[in-house]
């Protein structure tokens, strides 16, 4: 695969039966969205602490945890940790991933490509809603009068879609382009 920098051939060679070109907006968007979902990867989403009782949740993309302890004259002990797997939430997010990279690949396809940033959109608005459900859920483990504090883990997803969104647009300019281009001749 060569990598073409404003129409100047670099050297990357990964597979000899793919051009991507980096320079085109809608490549540069995908790409970003692959980078926002690997950053996704490693955040908090959401977090919940109440200081009287020194418990706290977090939710990752990984795990939640709910850690509790008991408070003796301002001396945390007894902490016990427990873990429940959202791996759901990283699958989707590498999902999310690997279409945009799919959706890269196939830049000499733009129908196929604009197909494959729409499969995108939805999966990352799924991945809101599991990750909504999940908190509402979480929420229940504490009670009410202290609410939880969303991390930048929870609005990655969102800059992810903006970016899809705005490929998408590109993707379809330029099939609107070769088309009206086609009609001239």
């Known amino acids: 695969m060569h990598f073409y920098l404003l129409n100047q051939k670099c050297p990357l060679l990964l597979h000899n039966e793919y051009h991507i070109m980096i320079q085109r907006t809608q490549s540069l968007l995908l790409v970003a969205v692959v980078a926002v979902m690997a950053c996704f990867s490693f955040t908090k989403i959401w977090v919940k602490v109440n200081e009287k009782t020194a418990d706290e949740i977090i939710f990752t993309p990984i795990s939640l945890t709910y850690l509790t302890a008991t408070v003796d004259e301002n001396q945390i002990s007894n902490i016990t940790e427990t873990e429940e797997s959202t791996m759901h939430i990283i699958i989707l997010a590498a999902l999310i ?61 969102l800059l992810a879609l903006v970016f899809n969104i705005m490929a998408h647009i590109y993707i379809k300019r330029d099939e609107d382009l070769v088309r009206s281009s086609d009609r001239i001749r």
């Open 97 to 157: 991933s690997a279409h945009a990279l799919l959706s890269l690949i196939n830049y000499n396809n733009r129908v196929k490509q604009m197909k494959i940033s729409f499969v995108n959109s939805l999966l990352i608005g799924i991945l809101f809603v599991l990750m909504y459900y999940q908190i509402t859920e979480a929420e229940k483990l504490m009670p009410h009068p202290l609410y939880g504090e969303y991390k930048i883990g929870f609005f990655l997803p």
